[in-house]
Every structure is written in structure tokens, then in C-alpha cells.
């Protein structure tokens, strides 16, 4: 599973990046609003860094979804746009294909939808874990469900697994086949924190300094 930052936060995803194991990043109109910064200009900036970015449309009908996703895709060739799981957004889903757009389609509760999604042509689906749950279904399951879906019909579709909440999400959907999981950065600093790594490390150290002093004499 390839790993993204969900957020719109420049800075904090630079941050991230330094760390080397982040490929993309994913932004939805909320996450780009609580930035108060010009939409362009985040895309921009994070499209220089990472060959992935996903900047999402916010027009309602096909025609107007096609326009602003061809807008967005003219910033930086590694913007992907974002279409939400409406009859339009299907619509626009093949006509930015057409120009050679890639889309990725968001919002996604089901493997039904997923499934769909990828016929339409969707480079990406984007199940959102976290809000599955928050309805008391297993997201996880979602994501499984359609990694077997897309495996047994050969479709180059890939699963972004979204609204991860926590570290166990982040290793469910990998273990799930999500092929890429986006993570807020909050929970990706959490999964960076082990205490048994903590622990090891301090003692690695006050050994190898207690060795120092003793040769010292
Ligand atoms: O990017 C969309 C998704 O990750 C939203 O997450 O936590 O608001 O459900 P959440």
C-alpha cells in the first residue's frame, strides 16, 4: 500500500514528505477551506513535491465538473481530479477521460459504487473508511470487498482507502489490498510513535554512553 497525506496543510505535509515515504496527497473541499489559502496556489505548491495530488471539483452538473476538472488539471500534471459518486460526477468521469484526465472518484460507500465507478473509468476510488463505521458498517470491509471485486475482473482501478481515522485503519486497509491509504497527519505521527522503539533506543544509548565513560576511566 502506497501511503498519502490527507490534508490541504502545506507546510505539515512538507514536513511529511522530508520523511521519504509519502507519495501523494489528498485534499476535499473542507480540508482546502479550514486552510484558508487560494485553492490554485495549494494545489500548485504540493503538485511541485508529490505525483499525486487530488484536488476535488465542486460543481454539481457534468458539464460544470468537466470544466473546473480541466481548470485543475491544467495547474500541474500530477494533479488528479476529484469527482464526487453522482450520476454527473459519472458523466464527467468520461468526458475528462477523454482528454486524458486522471480522476478519481470520491465519496464512495460500497463496493457497488467502487465497481461502477471503475467502469466509468475511474483511475482511483475513494471508499471513506471512517464514515462507513460512523454508521455502523465495517469500512474495512468495503475496501476488501472491492480489492476482490477489482482482482477478479482485472481492473486497473486502484482503491484509495480515505477517512482513515486511526492507526488499526491504517493497517486494516492495508491488509484489506487498499493499494494506496490516505492518512490525515495527525494519526501518520501517531504511527510513527512506537514506545517499545522508545525504550529500545534509550537504552541503546545509555549503554553505549556508559561504555564511553568507563574506557574515559
Ligand atoms: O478526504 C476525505 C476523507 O478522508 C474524509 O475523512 O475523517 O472527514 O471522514 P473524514
Same mark, same amino acid.
Not at 503538485?47 to 484536488?55: N, R
Given at each position: !500500500?502506497?501511503?498519502f497525506v490527507d490534508s490541504a496543510d502545506v507546510e505539515e505535509i512538507k514536513k511529511l514528505h522530508e520523511l521519504g515515504f509519502i507519495s501523494g496527497a489528498t485534499t476535499n473541499p473542507s480540508l482546502v477551506a479550514k486552510s484558508g489559502r487560494e485553492p490554485r496556489e495549494i494545489y500548485r505548491e504540493l $503538485?511541485? !513535491?508529490?505525483?499525486?495530488?487530488? $484536488?476535488e471539483v465542486v460543481a454539481e452538473d457534468a458539464e460544470g465538473m468537466y470544466r473546473e476538472g480541466k481548470e485543475l488539471a491544467s495547474i500541474h500534471p500530477n494533479i488528479v481530479v476529484k469527482v464526487p459518486f453522482t450520476p454527473e460526477g459519472l458523466k464527467a468521469v468520461g468526458k475528462l477521460k477523454a482528454d486524458g484526465v486522471r480522476v478519481n472518484v470520491t465519496l464512495i460507500f460500497s463496493a457497488a459504487q467502487a465497481l461502477i465507478a471503475a467502469r466509468a473509468g475511474a483511475d482511483f476510488v475513494s471508499p471513506f473508511i471512517g464514515r462507513i463505521d460512523d454508521i455502523g458498517y465495517s469500512g474495512v470491509e468495503i475496501v476488501r470487498e472491492t480489492a476482490k471485486i477489482f482482482m477478479l475482473y482485472d481492473l486497473p482501478t486502484e482503491i484509495i482507502a480515505a477517512s482513515i481515522r486511526h492507526p488499526a485503519h491504517f493497517i486494516e486497509a492495508a491488509r484489506a489490498g487498499a493499494h494506496i491509504g490516505t492518512v490525515p497527519p495527525a494519526v501518520i505521527w501517531k504511527l510513527l510513535k512506537h514506545p517499545l522503539t522508545d525504550i529500545g533506543l534509550e537504552k541503546f544509548l545509555s549503554d553505549w554512553r556508559k561504555a564511553q565513560e568507563n574506557r574515559a576511566g
Open positions: !500500500m502506497r501511503i $503538485a511541485e !513535491m508529490l505525483d499525486h495530488v487530488s $484536488a
